[in-house]
């Protein structure tokens, strides 16, 4: 239950630092704000150096400006959401989203997650590599199943010959 509350730790952190924060300056210069891009870059690298400052203020500038230039000229085919699904782009975003949708569809996320309850109700009879760190679920949770199979198997062919 600790380890549980315990990961709640470092977003709380976040969440009381992040006021903090300078204001990216690529936002900045995207919204025409050079000067409060100039101050949230010099916060970021500090004042001592105003030459590295201007280089990156004009190497913003010209992202900023190339990729108002990219989304320009993908908009000419309508809205970047509706593109994904026509033409030959419908079977590059089926492509891309199987692998995700695959794992998920066969149960991949259950199996991680409820693999170690498993194996700690199946019996303690097993172990193969006593040297390895048996605390680390997806190594337990893989040599337990695997065991788990062999055993069950191994039955399966000795009830078959009959012995």
């Given at each position: 239950?600790?380890?549980?509350?315990?990961?709640?730790?470092?977003?709380?952190?976040l969440?009381?630092?992040?006021?903090?924060?300078?204001?990216?300056?690529?936002?900045?210069?995207?919204?025409?704000?050079?000067?409060?891009?100039?101050?949230?870059?010099?916060?970021?690298?500090?004042?001592?150096?105003?030459?590295?400052?201007?280089?990156?203020?004009?190497?913003?500038?010209?992202?900023?400006?190339?990729?108002?230039?990219?989304?320009?000229?993908?908009?000419?085919?309508?809205?970047?959401?509706?593109?994904?699904?026509?033409?030959?782009?419908?079977?590059?975003?089926?492509?891309?989203?199987?692998?995700?949708?695959?794992?998920?569809?066969?149960?991949?996320?259950?199996?991680l997650?409820?693999?170690?309850?498993?194996?700690?109700?199946?019996?303690?009879?097993?172990?193969?590599?006593?040297?390895?760190?048996?605390?680390?679920?997806?190594?337990?949770?893989?040599?337990?199943?695997?065991?788990?199979?062999?055993?069950?198997?191994?039955?399966?062919?000795?009830?078959?010959?009959?012995?």
């Amino acid at each position: 239950m600790s380890l549980i509350v315990l990961q709640y730790l470092f977003p709380a952190i976040l969440i009381l630092i992040y006021p903090f924060f300078p204001e990216s300056a690529y936002f900045l210069i995207k919204k025409g704000k050079y000067e409060e891009a100039r101050k949230a870059l010099n916060r970021t690298h500090g004042s001592s150096d105003q030459d590295l400052i201007n280089v990156e203020m004009k190497r913003i500038e010209q992202n900023v400006h190339f990729s108002e230039e990219l989304a320009k000229a993908a908009a000419i085919d309508g809205p970047l959401a509706w593109q994904c699904w026509r033409k030959t782009n419908r079977r590059r975003t089926l492509t891309a989203m199987m692998p995700a949708a695959a794992q998920q569809l066969i149960g991949a996320a259950f199996v991680l997650g409820c693999t170690e309850d498993f194996t700690n109700i199946a019996d303690d009879r097993c172990h193969i590599f006593p040297f390895f760190d048996w605390n680390h679920p997806v190594l337990y949770g893989f040599l337990r199943s695997f065991h788990n199979y062999a055993s069950v198997e191994s039955r399966r062919i000795s009830s078959n010959r009959g012995t």
